[in-house]
């Protein structure tokens, strides 16, 4: 029978494996619906229709409120992940094409790691270090080959930067939250907490809802239900077992999926610098997620947290 730590490693990896599916293919539905919805109004929406689908869960799961002492990092990282994030993302996507977007909002991991590190005491591994210069690499490879004539502004850029520290500080601040809510609880209440942030935009969403093509409001709603309740709520069940550096560097497989979605669903074959810059995404985080054979002896539980202080474990 597989041992308790071995059995969680597996299943926070097929949860952040998940998660950068889900999230990678949010990057089509953006495209499509950024284009008739404005970025405060796709976010808004996006939100709504996420916030529904966790409360109906977390109604089904007889889910309580989280703790009192989980709601600061609740707090924080749905203001500036789940509201922030989304709304300068989408509008720094106007502003930019998608290689110059993808290349500045990949210093996303970066940013967990230091500020893991200083906050949350987590270790930086040479293996970690490794694995996310790596695909670093790849994602400045990938973002190279991907911008069509290099046009970009400072706007957009300086958007998808901001976009990059709020996902980076919403992260850092969700992990001590994970340690005493559960991964549904704080994806659920941090979700809300970026639709109330993002309320003073309803009155666009109202209004170009009501002239919007049936597909963009379809992709409004799928990245709602699928690229935040699901896949924020598996990242924070990964979350909660494994170190926030970690995890970051996970999702530097994104740009690498992005590129295999948009080759199959939409034809765009993407070209030999493209698909080196997917492969290094894909080996750097295949390196920072792994482990010594001298460290897996010597410490099978390193990135594995105990148990909540004053409650059971609980899945999301």
């Known amino acids: 029978m597989m041992n308790t730590p071995r059995r969680t490693e597996l299943l926070a990896a097929g949860a952040a494996t998940v998660t950068v599916v889900l999230w990678a293919s949010a990057f089509v539905s953006i495209r499509s619906a950024g284009a008739t919805y404005s970025p405060g109004a796709l976010a808004l929406g996006r939100l709504l229709a996420g916030a529904l689908t966790l409360g109906a869960i977390c109604l089904v799961r007889r889910e309580g409120w989280p703790p009192r002492a989980a709601w600061r990092g609740i707090a924080v990282s749905g203001v500036l992940w789940f509201g922030f994030y989304m709304v300068a993302l989408n509008w720094g996507e106007q502003e930019v094409d998608a290689g110059t977007a993808a290349l500045v909002v990949n210093i996303g991991p970066l940013l967990i790691a230091l500020l893991g590190a200083r906050f949350l005491g987590d270790r930086l591994p040479p293996r970690l270090l490794a694995g996310m210069a790596v695909s670093f690499a790849g994602a400045v490879t990938v973002g190279l080959s991907m911008s069509g004539g290099g046009d970009s502004s400072l706007l957009g850029v300086a958007l998808c930067l901001l976009a990059a520290v709020g996902y980076a500080g919403g992260v850092v601040a969700q992990k001590p939250a994970l340690g005493r809510a559960s991964a549904l609880q704080v994806t659920t209440f941090g979700c809300v907490v970026g639709a109330v942030v993002c309320l003073p935009f309803a009155g666009q969403l109202v209004r170009e809802a009501a002239d919007a093509p049936v597909s963009a409001t379809l992709n409004m709603v799928y990245l709602g239900v699928f690229p935040t309740a699901l896949a924020f709520t598996t990242w924070a069940y990964a979350?909660?077992?494994?170190?926030?550096?970690?995890?970051?560097?996970?999702?530097?497989?994104?740009?690498?999926?992005?590129?295999?979605?948009?080759?199959?669903?939409?034809?765009?074959?993407?070209?030999?610098?493209?698909?080196?810059?997917?492969?290094?995404?894909?080996?750097?985080?295949?390196?920072?997620?792994?482990?010594?054979?001298?460290?897996?002896?010597?410490?099978?539980?390193?990135?594995?947290?105990?148990?909540r202080p004053g409650r059971a474990r609980r899945s999301a």
């Open 239 to 307: 979350l909660a077992r494994t170190t926030a550096g970690r995890m970051g560097a996970t999702t530097y497989a994104v740009p690498a999926l992005v590129v295999l979605m948009s080759w199959l669903a939409l034809g765009e074959v993407p070209g030999p610098l493209t698909l080196a810059g997917g492969a290094l995404c894909l080996a750097g985080v295949a390196v920072s997620r792994s482990r010594s054979r001298a460290r897996r002896a010597a410490a099978p539980e390193e990135d594995t947290p105990g148990p």
